[in-house]
């Protein structure tokens, strides 16, 4: 992705932190969903900015900061506030390790896995325990730097995934790329009392969530944010805009 938004914006796509936006979170009077680095890596950072990210999301309990990553050996080195939602990636059984990481090393209220996209089988003896949300997508057409066609995985693989994530309790969000018969979208809401999704606006049984929340599960660019998401903290580079 970093090189598609390189052609078309012209920035080096570096890890950086956006300072002017550390200040923002503190006057949303409405509580937000917020998708943090949405472009990039954030254990790329600086482990002193990654501390400061995380303390402003602890410092507006009224929002929901969610993020994810493939970089399985740096969550756990951070505690999180109970508004932080973290994930890993896996697409295919070689990345499944990512999910023990994420379950038995770190103290998010929400752990999420995102099989997306989904580019080979996860293993039979496939354990979400300590799992609260799994969110499934295929691959959308890609053009540059490297043409890769559009790809669906096939149901052999997804419904197990689907049967697991129902066995631990874990919500199901199935992306519409995967052109799955039924639609399941569906958000984690067992967090108990308080439960700070009560305070956010939902998408309504008429709303597309994939379009109310666009910058969280459709679509990652971070231009193009619903009224009811936030900005980035952070990106790779300064291509993002506001």
């Known amino acids: 992705m970093h090189h598609r938004f390189e052609r078309v914006w012209g920035y080096d796509f570096e890890p950086r932190l956006h300072e002017e936006r550390l200040k923002q979170p503190y006057g949303w009077r409405r509580p937000r969903i917020v998708f943090v680095c949405s472009m990039g890596e954030l254990y790329e950072l600086d482990s002193v900015d990654v501390a400061r990210i995380l303390r402003v999301c602890g410092d507006n309990p009224r929002h929901v900061f969610i993020i994810l990553s493939q970089r ?17 990636t896996v697409k295919d059984a070689a990345d499944e390790h990512r999910i023990w990481n994420l379950v038995n090393e770190t103290n ?5 896995v995102s099989y997306e996209p989904a580019l080979g089988p996860l293993r039979n003896d496939l354990d979400l325990s300590g799992v ?22 096939p149901r052999e693989w997804i419904q197990p995934v689907i049967d697991e994530a129902r066995r631990v309790g874990a919500a199901v969000f199935l992306k519409d790329n995967l052109e799955w018969p039924e639609k399941i979208q569906e958000w984690p809401d067992n967090l108990g009392p308080g439960n700070l999704l009560n305070e956010i606006p939902r998408p309504s049984e008429t709303e597309n969530p994939e379009s109310q929340f666009n910058g969280v599960l459709s679509r990652f660019e971070p231009s193009l944010f619903s009224p009811r998401m936030g900005i980035v ?6 291509g993002s805009r506001k």
Do not use: C, H, M
Request: hydrophobic share 40%.
């Open 108 to 112: 998010a209220p929400v752990k999420a």
């Open 233 to 238: 903290l952070a990106s790779e580079g300064d």
């Open 132 to 153: 609260q949300w799994v969110i499934i997508g295929g691959r959308r057409r890609i053009t540059w730097p490297k043409p890769l066609p559009k790809f669906v995985p």
């Open 72 to 88: 399985e050996e740096e969550i756990g080195k951070y505690s999180y506030p109970r508004n932080v939602w973290v994930g890993v």
